[in-house]
């Protein structure tokens, strides 16, 4: 047989597109294996080097270090003292920092819905979960240039050391509610945070997802405790 | 043809934005930052003109009946290969991107081109021609992301521009702005270099 009669037969497209296809599929699949683990290993470190930015004030404040020497000297001050730890029943990931095995403050993952999409945000805690000392919103999908300023630190800054949970909080509702309040405006009280002008939605969602999930974290925590 | 005049009809004369009215729909997601709409045409120059070049080496071989499918496989490659090394060595890059490097598969121009030019003309000739679209696509991006982050973020590649006296228009940040900004941009074209009436 020779090539110009195979050529055009039913066969020859399937035989060239199985060809093509298992040599760009082989190109790919080296080309993924090759770089996949400098991905992880990228995404790992910034998660890590976002908790340990996050818990580094209560560190730095137990051993007397400026909390920028604690998030430079990344991985050993991670290794050192931050550690992963998990709440029975509760299906996140939660980290610890200790010096001594005292405990300085809790690093919680949690999610909500914003307007477009799931939002992940990292917020630190402090020991007995009354207070706030940190949020670190790194993974949203809002409108770049009106929700994705939740993501600025004029916003996540209003959220350190916000008195998180009510003076006479019950079961199911522990967290304190926060008010928004406009753009610009002064907080009068330490419940109060300036939205973002044009993203009402989105900044509502933060507090929804604190809410929410803040709640779950801390009766988590409250179970473990009565252990 | 020589190749020079290859170059300047797909980037200019028969540019695939302003005269094809091709690849709209990224036009209008990443051009609200500069730094996005040079990365993502960048990443279109790449995909486009390679893909161009191994569809004209193969299109003798390529069955008429499946060349689409060739195509499309050709480009997807490409475009995760954009995918992969922006994820691996520009990550901050590939988070604002997002979805889009990916969608670079379903841009109409990569398409376009591929059945237009590669299927029928020589591999270094589609290789150019590959070329020309592209730059032509990212001229477009850059000149809208222009107007856009400079007065929705008063900033020009995340350089401020202007002082803090400036208010940003959120319209600028948004869609819509851009379907302006692109109608306008082929409208000055149109009476300036194609010299039609308006």
Known sequence: ?227 | MTKKEIFRISAFKENSVWRQILGICSALAVTNLMVNSLIMGLGVIFALALSCFTISLLRSYTPRSIRMMVQTLIIAAYVIIVDIFLRAYIPVVSKQLGPYVGLIITNCILMGRAEAFASQNKPLDSLIDGLGAGVGYTLVLLVISFIRELFGFGSLFGIKVFGDWWTNWSIMVMAPSAFFILAMFIWVINVKYYKNKA
């Not at chain 1, 309040?181 to 509502?204: F, L, R």
């Open chain 1, 1 to 227: 047989m020779s090539t110009k009669s195979f050529r055009d037969t039913m066969l020859y497209p399937i035989v060239f597109m199985l060809v093509i296809s298992f040599v760009f599929v082989g190109v790919l699949a080296v080309m993924y294996r090759g770089s996949q683990a400098k991905i992880e290993a990228y995404e790992k470190e910034t998660y890590q080097k976002m908790v340990l930015s996050l818990l580094a004030t209560s560190i730095g404040e137990a051993t007397d270090t400026k909390p920028f020497h604690i998030i430079a000297d990344y991985p050993n001050s991670y290794n050192k003292y931050v550690k992963e730890i998990s709440f029975a029943g509760l299906d996140k990931r939660v980290f610890i920092a200790e010096v001594d095995t005292v405990v300085l403050g809790y690093c919680v993952d949690i999610t909500g819905k914003g307007l477009w999409g799931t939002m992940r945000a990292l917020v630190a805690l402090s020991p007995d979960f009354k207070t706030l000392h940190g949020i670190s919103i790194y993974d949203q999908m809002e409108t770049p240039g009106l929700g994705a300023r939740i993501g600025e630190e004029w916003f996540t800054n209003q959220f350190n050391n916000f008195p998180i949970l009510k003076t006479d909080g019950k079961p199911g509702d522990y967290v304190l509610d926060a008010q928004l309040i406009p753009e610009g405006a002064k907080a009068e009280q330490t419940n109060q945070i300036q939205q973002i002008t044009g993203a009402t939605i989105t900044s509502s969602s933060v507090i929804k997802m604190l809410k929410g999930e803040i709640n779950l974290v801390y009766e988590a925590y409250l179970r473990q405790a009565k252990l």
